[in-house]
């Protein structure tokens, strides 16, 4: 414990809290990938709007092309997995500088910020704004995915907090 000071413990504490944050998007990767059809029904439902009892003054809202329903699940994935990808070299770039100067610890921050910036637009712009403001997704009772993706937020914001302050030494 001699070589265990506070400074290496937050250091350490940012590292951990990385690679929690990158195992919860290789698991999403995962189920996207091996689960294609359940997940890709949650978001051609929500994208219909068909459950969440619209009005006329909300249908056009919908959007009804499966084509479309593809490609926006696929845009989905494809920000899911670049959000992982920054997040696995964020946590590998704060990992290799645990032992460094203060400076170079929070030059290797960049690509955690950037991770969980994509993560907070999936999370928070793309499911909390679009889908519950423009879609009523929290208006289904079979296809809401609103509290689901708040306790994400509620990780991720923190965690990008967390990480950008510099209070090594």
Not at 3 to 19: H, P
Not at 31 to 49: C, E, G, P, R
Not at 123 to 133: A, D, K, R, S
Request: proline content about 1%; glycine content about 2%; overall charge positive.
């Amino acid at each position: 414990m001699n070589n265990c000071t506070t400074e290496k413990i937050i250091r350490i504490s940012k590292i951990v809290l990385m690679a929690y944050i990158s195992f919860f998007g290789l698991l999403v990767m995962f189920s996207n990938f091996t689960d294609y059809t359940t997940n890709y029904q949650f978001v051609a439902h929500i994208l219909s709007m068909d459950t969440t009892h619209n009005s006329e003054r909300t249908n056009y809202r919908a959007i009804t092309s499966p084509m479309l329903h593809h490609r926006i699940y696929w845009l989905i994935i494809t920000l899911e997995v670049t959000y992982t990808v920054y997040c696995l070299v964020g946590t590998f770039h704060l990992f290799q500088k645990l032992n460094a100067s203060a400076r170079e610890f929070h030059e290797a921050k960049k690509f955690s910020i950037i991770g969980l910036l994509i993560g907070l637009f999936i999370y928070y712009v793309c499911l909390q704004i679009v889908g519950v403001e423009w879609f009523n997704m929290d208006k289904s009772q079979a296809w809401n995915a609103k509290d689901w993706a708040r306790h994400i937020v509620d990780f991720m914001l923190p965690l990008l907090m967390y990480i950008a302050l510099r209070i090594e030494r």
